[in-house]
């Protein structure tokens, strides 16, 4: 792991082009609605924040990995990655408080 980039680094790293573009999937509060109880598939939920979500734990957990492996670098921009995508999911959902 500490020679190369892990697999969850180039994970993150593929997620984040798009994000960062313009072109990746928005958060949004999700507030559609649950599934039926005989269908879960069926929610109108809207999935786009969880999968968010993952994505900036994931990002936080390579900051943390490549700082127990002393790879400042990367530590720092997955650290950066992983704080910008928070915040943009607590502005979409409205969880944003007032500093």
Known sequence: ????????GTWVDLVARPAR?????PATNGAAGPA????????????????????ARSARHMAWSARELGRTGPAERYGRLADEVAEAVRD??????AA
Do not use: K, L, V
């Open 1 to 8: 792991m500490s020679e190369g980039p892990p697999a969850q």
């Open 21 to 25: 573009t313009g072109r990746g999937t």
């Open 36 to 55: 039926p109880p005989d269908g879960p598939a069926a929610s109108r939920t809207d999935r786009r924040p969880a999968a968010t979500a993952c994505f």
């Open 92 to 97: 979409a959902c409205g969880a944003r408080t």
